[in-house]
Each structure stands twice: as structure tokens, then as C-alpha cells.
């Protein structure tokens, strides 16, 4: 379903008591191994105005709970543990985090430790010296997988033809976003939240840095081929018409198609009596009606199944605890 967010101030809002400079959100999923190493490598970072952190455990099936709960005796900053009572997604959990911050600029990232914590005050200094609302990051040299690469610039192309985005802009999930980007970006409540697709309704002051990107530390990338097809389904059918644009353009193609075939065989009929019945050309015809249509019922069908669940109030995140470590250490 479209939503489209509405603006309510167009600058910066001055620090506010009870805020810090920045906030950083990390989904938590499958991160036992590195959370704690993450933690305490964000720690020992010195940013403007200070730092807290707000972990999000998306239905975690290891003990990462148990790590985060531990971090928040142990942890030198603010820290704020939230659980799912569920796996909701990545973007789901991310959204959660959003709600629970209080730093004027916010950072995200993952729990895998790829993105190295000196990046992080690079990102924010220039986010904030910048006076820019969202800067995400590009990586000279990714250190993922093969089909990972492939996966995330075949999301980038279709990012480019279906999003209001600077052309050629990485969609990265190490970016940095001003308050009021996270204020607005939060008041969508669907179930199928793509926060880049949610950025780019709300501003276009918009810029990028380059990072460094290091191997994974622990085990294997979260994201599947199924992950990844749902995040594109989100980010097609979610926050842009042009799927069902490019239906009506395939049946307009279609329909000239079958126009121009009608037209060749009454010309062969009239002109060449002896001409032999054509099972080919009837099973191709067939054949490529068929899939169109089907692909035509699949995209309607897609929207019509999100239109459903987000009018019965399919939950975007249920937040089983949140838990804070009042007196860091």
C-alpha cells in the first residue's frame, strides 16, 4: 500500500534536556557471537553531544537475548534492550528501534561487525556538520558472498526505476538519519515498512560516504534468497505503482501483439486457401496469453493481499520487554 508521509518542520530541532547527539539502532538476529564485541567497540567511541545505543532482538532463536540482557549490567553507555515477541523482518525491527531513540542524529547498523566503529563518528560528523538528513554509506570493496553482491545490486536497479531517489544512490542499512527524518519515517504503522522507500517520500537532502566493509566475523549472512525476494517485494509493491504500470504496459503489448496476429492470419486466409490449421502458432499464442495474464493476476494480486492484511492490522512489531541500564558503568 502507498503511504505517503507528511512533513511537519523543515530543519533541524535544537538539542532537547533528556537527549543525546546520537543514537544508534542495531537489529539483533542470530548475534550471540558479536553483540557484545559490537557493544563494547561502539563504547569506547567519543561523539558529540553523546551516545546511546538501542538494541532490537527480532525473535533471535539463539541466546542473544540472554547476551543483551547481560550488556546492559556491563555496558559503559545508555543502552536500551527491546524484545520482539516474534522474527518480523529486519526493517520491522529497525522501525522499533526508531521509535525508542532520543539522539538528534541516528545511526543504524548491523550486529555482524562488517561496518567497523571508527565509521561511525565519520558518518555522524558528516550527517551533522553537513546539516544533511540522511547520509548512507558505500563500500570501495563489499565482503559479501557472490549472490549477496548480485542480490543487492539487482535491489539498487530496481530502486533506481521505482524510488524518487538520487540516481545511482546506495541503498546501504549503514546510514544516518537526522530526528526529524526518524520522526516522520515512524509515524508509518504499516506491516511492511521499507524504510529507504519511506526516506525518500520525506526528503531529498540526501547524501553519501565511503566505508570501509570487513569479512563477517561469525557464521553466515541472516539474509536468504526468500529474505531477499520479500525485501524486494516490499520495496516494489509497497511504496510504488510501477509494478502495476508494467503490467498494463505488458497487456498493452500484448493486445497489439494478438492485433497484428489477427490481422497476418485473416490476411492468410483470405490470400492462401490451402493453409494447413497452425497448432504451433495457436499453442504459442496460448501460451503467451497465459503468462501475462498470470503475471498480470500475480502483481494484483500481491497488492491486493498487502491492502488485506494492513486493513486487518497486520502488526509491523509486538514488543514483548524493554529493558534499560539506568546507572552505566
Known amino acids: 500500500m502507498n503511504d505517503t508521509v507528511t512533513l511537519v518542520q523543515t530543519t533541524h530541532s535544537p538539542p532537547q534536556p533528556g537527549r543525546v547527539g546520537l543514537s544508534i539502532v542495531v537489529p539483533v538476529y542470530r548475534g550471540a557471537a558479536t553483540i557484545g564485541r559490537l557493544v563494547d567497540a561502539l563504547s569506547d567511541l567519543d561523539p558529540e553531544g553523546g551516545l546511546e545505543i538501542v538494541l532490537v532482538n527480532d525473535g533471535s532463536p539463539d541466546n542473544s537475548g540472554d547476551v543483551c540482557r547481560a550488556l546492559l549490567a556491563t555496558a559503559r553507555v545508555p543502552v536500551v534492550y527491546i524484545e520482539h515477541a516474534r522474527n518480523y523482518g529486519e526493517h520491522n525491527a529497525v522501525m522499533t528501534g526508531l521509535r525508542h531513540v532520543s539522539g538528534d542524529f541516528v545511526i543504524t547498523m548491523d550486529d555482524d561487525l562488517q561496518n567497523p566503529s571508527e565509521e561511525v563518528v565519520k558518518l555522524y560528523d558528516h550527517a551533522r556538520l553537513g546539516g544533511w538528513d540522511v547520509v548512507y554509506t558505500r563500500y570501495g570493496v ?13 535491489a539498487n536497479a530496481v530502486a533506481d526505476q521505482v524510488l524518487d531517489k538520487p540516481k545511482g544512490l546506495y541503498l546501504s542499512s549503514f546510514r544516518c538519519m537526522s530526528a526529524m527524518v526518524v520522526q516522520a519515517v515512524t509515524r508509518y504503522s504499516g506491516p511492511y515498512p521499507y524504510i529507504d522507500g519511506l526516506i525518500m517520500q520525506i526528503t531529498q537532502r540526501i547524501d553519501s560516504i565511503e566505508v570501509s566493509h570487513l569479512p563477517r566475523a561469525e557464521g553466515r ?19 510504488s505503482l510501477a509494478p502495476l504500470r508494467l503490467a498494463i504496459f505488458a497487456g498493452l503489448g500484448l493486445s497489439v501483439l494478438g492485433a497484428i496476429g489477427a490481422v497476418a492470419t485473416i490476411g492468410e486466409a483470405l490470400f492462401r486457401h490451402n493453409t494447413p490449421s497452425g497448432w504451433a502458432s495457436t499453442m504459442v499464442v496460448l501460451l503467451l496469453v497465459g503468462g501475462v495474464q498470470s503475471m498480470i493476476l500475480g502483481v494484483l494480486g500481491e497488492y491486493v493481499g498487502r491492502t488485506f492484511l494492513s486493513a486487518n492490522g497486520k502488526p509491523q512489531g509486538t514488543i514483548r520487554s524493554i529493558q534499560r541500564n539506568t546507572d552505566p558503568t
Open 142 to 154: 563489499k565482503q559479501h558472498d557472490g549472490w549477496r553482491n548480485l542480490g543487492s545490486r539487482f
Open 221 to 239: 549472512s541472516n539474509y536468504t534468497l526468500v529474505r531477499l525476494v520479500r525485501l524486494w517485494l516490499n520495496l516494489a509493491t509497497s511504496f
